[in-house]
């Protein structure tokens, strides 16, 4: 946000900690509020997608300071228009983007620098989705997941999480949408995927009047009509973290649920099943969360995940 | 705890008694079902708050729940990212990011010595603040009013007396989504703002609320915005001047546009006071000599720049006049001056004094004139000295560096 920044915690830190390290400055060429980060464990490298420059990052996993990235992604050939969140596929050596603004999902060689076109693009009407914020890979059932934050079919078009092939391309309908009243999804954000499961940030960030309707469309040119004001967007209901079978599909309630006061608009979200671990960040405390939950990732007590 | 069958059951049975048996056709599997769920208002769809209402019952099957988190990173301090200085009724205003807050200390609060947290006169916090991400602040020091500009999760400017306190109602105006700087014209009658994400100036008349529409706008390639951050605006020689980060993308707002992301280098612009649409500025700063590296912040007094060379970790002063690839007069920069992330700058032309907001705990005065590896003649602090700066920005994405045991968080 004000303050451009990757910054790097300890993962015990708690409390108000500094930064272990904070890689920030003109020649890093990260813009406001990536909207997206991504780790690759193979290559020790950090992703980080840069909305206000239609751009992906690539850092050396240790970088620190105000250090050049390795390589950018960016121009006319790449579609890249907002993009949000991103994940590497390992197997099959590819960068999978969503795009906010364009709606689309893209597909690049994990190494792709320049102004390079994607592989494959998953996007149109029959997609279903608008505004895609999240994305997921699961290179073993060949699944892809997206989280649009609106949806062309949706209940009252909230947004959704679409399941697709991963070699899908052009304008395709999804194996599957997980959509609807039941599922508690509105404004979804980040999600991650583990061993046939969906782990979504659900921020559920609506006004307080329980719509979510900003007073300007994204070019900025006038207020949008019927606008009566700005909405007041601290409040709403709470949002969560749920979780979702790969296999689910419809208005499904999610099947396991971090929920409360404490993180009120989880939006981002990583995980660590070797600890049992899931974090998530919020807007309205401007902090970062830690939950245990080792049955969410491992089974039992009720919810057992399994590998369905 | 319940199993998810029996919280699907639950679902099942809420929807029908509050909404009807039409409804369960919608719990029915299937992108196909999901695209038949596109039913407007009428049909028997809940709205948002009965959704809302009956998702709080489902939920309450699920397992999981409200559990406690293990471990919490957060900043309990306000952390100064904007400040705004009224000579005349001695008084200085800061933004704050994280508490999502506007303070207000006496002009000559603080202390060169004391480690300390500076007592405000007033914070203004709370829900009917509309405060979010205020990051450009204001003063009116005729009508004596405070003004804030939101650059996330809020879209406005939100607008308070002097003396409003705590959870004070504010008067709102809408405006595009991420705003960062914000300067008033007394001579006009207008307050004008940066808009990051859309690389535009945008004016409306002072003290406009609701949604009224921008009088006019800045905007287009002979501008050379890109990602605008810091506003002043120079009434004395009719003047705006802008500070740019230099990233440029059409496309972040305009999805029909196809020409890619690109950056330029950073700059100060000076436009002329009533500039509209595409026009070029008077006057530009930007070049190798000029140091700029994330310029924010940007005040104006005499025939003097000042900028909050966020990423410097300095204050860069320029020339009023000054254009291309030129060299700061003077700058503040090195460990006595205490700065280490300026966001905000303010010159003081009456009392001769340069504040300089410093994202996180500190608030550092220093005299107009300072040059060089000086020490501040006061420092407010919203933390006791020493106190960490966690310093994020809206968490709203993260990942897990497995290697490394590491949370990577940007801003």
Known sequence: MSDPRIAAFARLASGNSEPLRIIQGQKTKITRAAHGITYDPGRDEIIASEPLAAAILTFP????????????????????????????????????????????????????NGDTPPLRVIQGPKTGMKTVVGV??????????????????????????YIFNRTDNGNVAPRAVIAGPHTGISSPWHLALYQGKIYAAISRAVGVGGEYIRPYDRSGYLPKPGCKGPPNLIGGPL?????????????????????????????????????????????????????????????????????? | ???????????????????????????????????????????????MAQAAALFEKIAAGIPGGDIPPCRNLADPYPEFNGVAVDPVNNIVLFSDTNLKSLLVYPRTAGSA??????????????????????????????????????????????????????????????????VYGLGLSFKLGQEAITVEQDDQIVFFKLG???????????????????????????DAHDEVVVTNHGNWARGAWDPDYQGGGHYQPPSVEVFAADAQGDAKPLRVISGPKTQLNWPAGVSVAGDEIAV????????????????????????????????????????????????????GHTGLVFDAGANGDVAPKRIIRNAPAGTPVAGFGNPMAMAFDTRRQELLVPN
Not at chain 2, 321 to 348: N, W, Y
């Open chain 2, 208 to 234: 406009a609320t609701g949604a009224a529409p921008p009088l006019r706008e800045v905007r287009g390639e002979r501008t050379g915005l890109a990602d605008p951050h810091g506003l002043f605006w120079d």
């Open chain 2, 113 to 178: 010595h004391s480690g300390a947290i500076t007592p405000p006169l007033r914070q203004i916090l709370g829900p009917a603040t509309y405060l979010s991400f205020a990051c450009g602040v204001a003063l009116d020091p005729r009508h004596k009013t405070i003004y804030a500009g939101e650059n996330d999760v809020g879209d406005d400017i939100a607008s308070f007396p002097y003396s409003a306190n705590g959870n004070y109602p504010a008067r709102t105006l809408a405006t595009p989504h991420e």
């Open chain 1, 239 to 308: 949002g969560f973290v749920g979780v979702w079978y790969l296999t689910d599909n419809g208005d499904v309630p999610p099947h396991a649920i971090l929920k409360g006061t404490r993180a009120p608009h989880p939006s981002s979200i990583a995980i660590n099943p070797a600890e049992g671990e899931i974090y998530t960040g919020e807007r309205d405390t401007n902090g970062v969360y830690a939950f245990i939950v080792p049955r969410f990732f491992s089974g039992g007590d009720g919810f057992t995940p399994g590998d369905r």
């Open chain 1, 136 to 161: 997921g890979v699961d290179p073993q059932r060949n699944l892809i997941v997206a989280a649009a934050d609106r949806g062309l079919y949706t209940w009252d078009h909230q947004g959704g999480l």
């Open chain 2, 1 to 47: 705890m319940r199993n998810t069958n029996q919280a699907r059951k639950l679902s099942c049975a809420v929807i029908a008694l509050l909404m009807g048996s039409s409804l369960l056709a919608l719990t029915g599997t299937g992108a196909h079902a999901a695209q038949h769920g596109d039913k407007k208002a009428g049909t028997g769809q809940p709205t």
């Open chain 1, 61 to 112: 996993g240790g970088a620190d300071g105000q250090v050049a990235p390795i390589r950018v992604l960016q121009g006319p050939h790449t579609q890249l228009h907002r993009p949000y969140q991103e994940v590497v596929d390992d197997v099959h050596k590819e960068l999978i983007v969503a795009d906010d603004v364009s709606s689309a999902i893209l597909v690049f060689p994990w190494d792709a």
């Open chain 2, 308 to 359: 909050a060379n966020m990423a410097g970790a300095s204050v860069t002063i320029y020339r009023r006049t000054a254009s291309g690839d030129v060299a700061p007069l003077r700058q503040l920069e090195g460990p006595k001056t205490g700065i280490t992330i300026p966001m905000g700058v303010a010159f003081d032309p009456v009392n001769h004094e340069l504040w300089v907001a410093n994202f």
